[in-house]
């Protein structure tokens, strides 16, 4: 099993919600990679309970994961294989319909 360093693991919160978490190298990087477009496009795209991720409005706002958080990251991390769950480089921490 590889390890995943936990201060490299960044949580993204849509609104107040903590709802994907993934690696960078630093906030800097988690920032960029958290405005992409085909991030947005995901996050409106897939739904949970019903609602999109993201309504295009709700801030995005990017932080360093909580320990709980960079659990979840590392356990759906090893249980790919690959380091990327679904073909994407990070993990919801939410439930996805």
């Known amino acids: 099993m590889a390890s995943i360093d ?5 949580t993204l919160d849509v609104g107040d919600r903590p709802t994907l978490a993934f690696l ?3 906030l800097s990087e988690a920032r ?17 309970a ?7 409005h709700a801030a995005l706002n990017v932080r360093m994961a909580t320990p709980d958080e960079s659990e979840v990251y ?4 090893d ?7 679904d ?7 939410v439930n996805i319909d």
């Open 6 to 10: 936990p201060d490299r693991v960044f």
């Open 24 to 26: 960078a190298s630093d």
């Open 32 to 48: 960029e990679l958290a405005h992409t477009g085909w991030l947005r496009a995901d996050l409106q795209t897939v739904r949970s």
């Open 50 to 56: 019903g609602a999109p991720l993201w309504n295009g």
């Open 74 to 77: 590392r356990d759906g991390w």
């Open 79 to 85: 249980a790919s294989n690959t380091g990327i769950a």
């Open 87 to 93: 073909d994407k480089p990070y993990i919801y921490l």
